[in-house]
T-cell receptor, first 112, second 112 residues
Framework: KQEVTQIPAALSVPEGENLVLNCSFTDSAIYNLQWFRQDPGKGLTSLLLIQSSQREQTSGRLNASLDKSSGRSTLYIAASQPGDSATYLCAVRGNAGNMLTFGGGTRLMVKP | DAGVIQSPRHEVTEMGQEVTLRCKPISGHNSLFWYRQTMMRGLELLIYFNNNVPIDDSGMPEDRFSAKMPNASFSTLKIQPSEPRDSAVYFC??????????FGDGTRLSIL
């Protein structure tokens, strides 16, 4: 059974810092990996999707990498802003079905 | 372009009552998922459908929970009878092939 872990569970940084969020998964037989953002009381917004054949994806100040063999993904946020404050979740889709298995999330606070 | 639409947004009801949550997936998406989110357990997959057919319902907590997808544009999740421990945010999500999974805004359910 796939298990997804995110470290740290919470992170507080001053505005302007570059930061890295980590995601690890136990079964490397994945179809893709997706990073989401969730604001308090809201749904999940998809940020980046990395297919299993890809090593990284970029969108603006966000860069996500995937090392399937070691079961790891990182989300890099450059020049963090207070508006980046949210919970970030990673989720993996296995090869045997369409469903996503989620990590517990990293709660990020960027202080002005 | 409309996203995944869930209703109601909030539901407060008394223990023992029947609760019905509704979801309209994104047009053209052939996979639909129901997730439940709590502070203690994070995001848990309850059931998912592919082409309107339930594929995996192993996450459905017990017989009090049932889900249907009568056509490609509508799904329901029903709890009967409801219990206080069912209080959570219930998300519906949809996807097609390898595209990112899109989530609705969720239904915040409180059982008194």
């Amino acid at each position: 059974k796939q298990e997804v872990t995110q470290i740290p569970a919470a992170l507080s940084v001053p505005e302007g810092e570059n930061l890295v969020l980590n995601c690890s998964f136990t079964d490397s037989a994945i179809y893709n990996l997706q990073w989401f953002r969730q604001d308090p009381g809201k749904g999940l917004t998809s940020l980046l999707l990395i297919q299993s054949s890809q090593r990284e994806q970029t969108s603006g100040r966000l860069n996500a990498s995937l090392d399937k063999s070691s079961g790891r993904s990182t989300l890099y946020i450059a020049a963090s802003q207070p508006g980046d404050s949210a919970t970030y979740l990673c989720a993996v889709r296995g090869n045997a079905g369409n469903m996503l298995t989620f990590g517990g999330g990293t709660r990020l606070m960027v202080k002005p | 372009d409309a996203g995944v639409i869930q209703s109601p947004r909030h539901e407060v009801t008394e223990m023992g009552q029947e609760v019905t949550l509704r979801c309209k997936p994104i047009s053209g998406h052939n996979s639909l998922f129901w997730y439940r989110q709590t502070m203690m357990r994070g995001l848990e997959l309850l059931i998912y459908f592919n082409n309107n057919v339930p594929i995996d319902d192993s996450g459905m907590p017990e017989d009090r929970f049932s889900a249907k997808m009568p056509n490609a544009s509508f799904s329901t999740l029903k709890i009967q009878p409801s219990e206080p421990r069912d209080s959570a945010v219930y998300f519906c999500a949809s996807s097609a092939g390898g595209v990112p999974v899109h989530f609705g805004d969720g239904t915040r359910l409180s059982i008194l």
